[in-house]
């Protein structure tokens, strides 16, 4: 299967998702399942397929011919990564959703294939038009994932999450523009190819400045310090569902664009301006476990916990060294599995207790066993303890850094002191401590949770004790990016 029909798949069964919703409220999450097992089949073949040439699958056909604009779409070791999380990923939404979604469940499917579509979309696009096309793609289902079935502010923090999106994604269709007309006065070939736009000749003024349009874009999508303000509102008042995809995927496409784009096609600029942006790398790592620790909300502190995560990757993508960025491909990865399973865990806790603030919380092991234990270990992930994918993408991030800055890298290892502080902190907040007498009873996890968590908590061990597959697959895209030690 081509990886347009792949993505058609995930567009047609959006659509037969959201009519099946006549038939019964139950009957869109099957249709999303079956979707999501058919995506996961196709993903699944690329991967057991030898490479061509570094390539699982590639194609390009004519769009719009008059205006250089391709139907370019290639998955390399990199994107097939992020494809096969994505319909992961997506799977464990449309698992947490299980129960949580009973309104318009039909609309909300549609909404969350849309939204996987423009993802994988993203993650394979090599036209930069349609690279633009897919990023808008995902968004705007996913302002109504937020906008119709969020909680009790979600007007506003949709609002925000499309104002904050939309902006950022007007100034890289601006770059876009620009690079391409730079590059069309140059050679006098009117295209949009990202590899043809990679041989650009470009003036050191005018590099920098679409290098900071295409920069901004992604931070802000990433996020990074000080464009981080939209995500605490977009993940506390989505369903369970919107912020796993939030935080698990649609953070990626933000250091996926920072890695294939920003680096590679203005490397003179990127050079330049490493030490601003491994800045905002550290301060975001910091800065997010000092606000992770200051929460009382649940999915506020782990949403915080994100932007101190996704720190990392900004640190390791500048270091732009070979062991900083298989550093930052594995964060990618394994913050997706540990950042999905704790917004999983908080939507179950605000279903059964009607409640996101852990001072109403406390003792909870003591009623959910199962759910406590499963806390305990996902907790453990994000502090990033030895053995977990965490560490080994944390640790290999600042090995490469450490070869760039080190003072920089000293500031951000601080952060993991502080990650510790915030995560035993939820962890002593919510599942340890006196009990709270209103709380007499809760319902523990059941099959079809724990089914799903221990996917993912074996995701993140495989990671943490053998992840050389990863670095197997990220090695000749990173080498092929140019991403030798500096």
């Not at 999905?340 to 605000?350: D, S, T, V």
């Not at 035993?424 to 907040?429: D, E, H, I």
């Amino acid at each position: 299967m081509t990886l347009l029909a792949l993505i058609g798949l995930l567009l047609a069964g959006g659509g037969v998702a959201w009519l099946s919703g006549s038939w019964s409220s139950t009957a869109p999450r099957w249709v999303s399942l079956v979707v999501l097992a058919l995506a996961g089949y196709v993903v699944l073949g690329y991967w057991l397929e030898p490479e061509q040439a570094g390539l699982y699958s590639a194609m390009n056909a004519p769009w719009i011919p008059q205006f250089g604009i391709n139907v370019i779409l290639s998955m390399d070791g990199l994107s097939l990564m992020m494809v096969a999380l994505t319909v992961l990923l997506g799977a464990v939404a449309v698992a947490a959703s299980w129960t949580e979604v009973t309104e318009r469940a039909g609309f909300f499917q549609f909404n969350l294939l849309w939204t996987l579509a423009g993802v994988v979309g993203v993650f394979t696009a090599l036209d930069l038009f349609l690279f633009f096309f897919f990023w808008e793609v995902m968004l705007v289902p996913m302002y109504f994932l937020i906008a119709i079935w969020g909680h009790e502010n979600r007007g506003f923090a949709a609002m925000k999450f499309f104002l904050f999106t939309q902006i950022s994604g007007l100034l890289l269709l601006v770059a876009i523009v620009a690079l391409v007309y730079a590059h069309y006065s140059a050679s006098g070939v009117l295209t949009f190819s990202y590899h043809d736009l990679l041989d650009a000749e470009l003036g050191d003024g005018i590099q920098y400045w679409l290098m900071l349009g295409f920069f901004i874009a992604f931070v802000v999508k990433l996020p990074g310090v000080p464009f981080h303000t939209w995500l605490p509102d977009a993940h506390t008042q989505a369903p369970t569902a919107g912020s796993v995809i939030l935080a698990g995927i649609l953070l990626k496409t933000g250091a996926y664009g920072l890695l294939r784009f920003v680096v590679p096609l203005f490397p003179e600029a990127a050079v330049d301006f490493r030490w601003v942006a491994m800045l905002l790398g550290a301060v975001s790592v910091i800065y997010g476990g000092y606000m992770a620790y200051s929460q009382t909300d649940f999915k506020r502190l782990v949403a915080y916990s994100s932007v101190s995560h996704m720190g990392f990757v900004l640190l390791g993508v500048f270091a732009w060294n070979e062991l900083a960025l298989q550093g930052a491909v594995v964060q990618m990865i394994a913050h997706g599995f540990s950042s999905a399973a704790l917004f999983m865990m908080a939507g179950a806790l605000q279903e059964r207790l009607h409640t996101r603030e852990m001072t109403n919380m406390g003792g909870l092991w003591m009623r959910a066993p199962r759910m406590g234990a499963v806390g305990l270990f996902f907790v453990v992930a994000s502090l990033g303890m030895p053995g977990l994918g965490t560490f080994v993408g944390e640790f290999l991030v600042l090995l490469g850094a450490f070869q760039v800055d080190v003072g920089l890298t000293v500031a951000a290892a601080l952060g993991i002191i502080v990650a510790a502080v915030y995560s035993l902190a939820l962890m002593q907040r919510t599942f340890q401590g006196t009990p709270n007498p209103n709380v007499a009873t809760m319902e523990d996890f059941g099959a079809r949770e724990m089914l799903v968590m221990l996917l993912m908590a074996a995701a993140l061990v495989w990671l943490g004790v053998y992840p050389q597959p990863v670095l197997d697959l990220s090695l000749p895209v990173i080498e092929a990016l140019g991403g030798v030690a500096s």
